[in-house]
């Protein structure tokens, strides 16, 4: 018996399960998605014009790399099943787009879809993986975007662990960002087979409500926010919970597209813009370029924040940064002016998962303003300000050694 054993063990090798390029993504990926502003418009044109304002905006000097197309560009697959883009809107092809792309000093990113049809009813790739994991390759893509429409009867781990085996086959390496809405909790069996995992249902360009689409539900900014604080422990380097991509610029108040922003730093959510690149107003600039909450974001401990309390509509998250630091969010998340006073050393903290804590009677901290870009103090006296409706102070919170 024992002789069998050892043979079937020879012939019959464990099975790997998930392989990934373990030098991605250690930090939330950053870069713009073209669905949010352009939807089904996606053309070659406004692809390359999307990348060049990247780098003329700043975007690119304080951290997104990405530039990724969204569904609407596929054409048709010739006789041997492989995938091409649509002939009209990219002429001169994938590969020479991210050639370009690439050439600005970004990355490429393209879309597709584990059922038979895209979201957009375009071609996607389930039955094709090997040979779209393998066109993509060929044309350069470093971030690929996989969505859960048209999926009847596929199992998602099972799927999804398909075209991750492709990818890797492939050989380049690709981010794979999984996008089938945290419908099968993918925070529990993802982290070996994509970089990152939506966690919820599309996210629509408002603070606080429900979108109805008539058969299906968006939510808003606080809807996404509250389902994140008990996934944190799934989250860290090369592995990303993901809240959807960001809304800022795209009508939100100055207020929410700050709150916005303050809230997926601190969740170390993937930073990636949905807004109009080119007609950016100078607010939506500062909040989307502002590298000191970028900083929170890409810190390189990979800690995702967590709610510490919520009284009387105001809010407090707190994660934990290198060197000692840490990053503080106030919220008020409610519909009237609130004070907030915070006294510090009344306050002992203590992670449990990340097994960190701040004992401010012993320890000193610089309060630094991360939206004033000052030093407003430190944590020796109270901190004390109103928050207009849907407003943050963002803060982080510099050890004195």
């Known amino acids: 018996m024992h002789k069998i054993i050892f043979i079937a063990a020879i012939f019959f090798p464990i099975l790997i399960y998930g392989q990934k390029f373990n030098e991605l993504a250690k930090t939330p990926p950053m870069g713009w998605n073209s669905w949010n502003k352009i939807g089904t418009g996606v053309n070659e044109k406004l692809i390359r014009e999307a990348a060049e304002a990247m780098v003329k905006s700043g975007m690119k000097d304080a951290g997104y790399e ?45 879309y597709s ?7 957009g009813g375009k071609p996607a790739s389930r039955g094709h993986e090997y040979q779209d994991a393998i066109t993509y390759a060929k044309w350069g893509v470093d971030y690929l975007k996989y969505d859960w429409c048209n999926t009847e009867f596929l199992n998602p781990e099972g799927a999804y662990l398909t075209m991750n085996k492709a990818l890797y086959s492939a050989g380049r390496p690709v981010v794979f960002s999984i996008c089938e809405w945290g419908n099968s909790a993918p925070w529990r069996w993802a982290k070996d087979i994509g970089n990152l995992w939506r966690t919820t249902t599309d996210i629509s360009p408002v603070f606080d409500s429900v979108v109805n689409h008539g058969t299906w539900h968006s939510f808003g900014v606080m809807q996404i926010v509250d389902r994140q604080d008990s996934i944190r422990q799934y989250a860290g380097p090369g592995h990303w919970n993901d809240p959807d991509m960001l809304e800022v610029g795209n009508g939100m108040s100055f207020n929410e597209d700050q709150a916005h922003f303050s809230l997926w730093c ?34 390189s401990l990979g800690i995702e924040g967590f709610k510490y309390s919520l009284k009387d509509g105001i809010e407090i998250w707190l994660k934990p940064l ?3 630091d840490w990053a503080i969010c106030f919220l008020n998340r409610g519909l009237k002016v609130m004070p907030v006073t915070f006294s510090w050393k009344k306050h002992k903290i203590f992670d449990s998962f990340s097994k960190r804590g701040i004992d401010f009677q012993k320890d000193n901290y610089i309060v630094r303003d991360l939206w004033l870009h000052k030093e407003i103090g430190t944590t020796k006296n109270s901190f004390a300000t109103k928050l207009q409706p849907h407003e943050v102070a ?8």
């Open 113 to 119: 879809d584990a059922g038979w049809n895209t979201c």
């Open 266 to 299: 601190m969740l170390a959510a993937p930073l990636i813009a949905g807004n109009d690149l080119f007609n950016m107003s100078k607010e939506t600039k500062e909040i989307l370029t502002n590298k000191e909450a970028i900083a929170v974001d890409q810190d």
């Open 66 to 110: 990405y530039i990724n197309i969204d569904d609407y560009w596929q054409g048709k697959r010739d006789s041997l099943g492989f995938i091409h883009p649509d002939p009209e809107r990219f002429p001169s092809g994938m590969k020479a787009l991210g050639d370009y792309i690439h050439s600005l000093g970004l990355k490429f990113g393209i």
């Open 322 to 324: 290198e060197k000692g």
């Open 394 to 401: 963002l803060m982080r919170l510099i050890l004195i050694k």
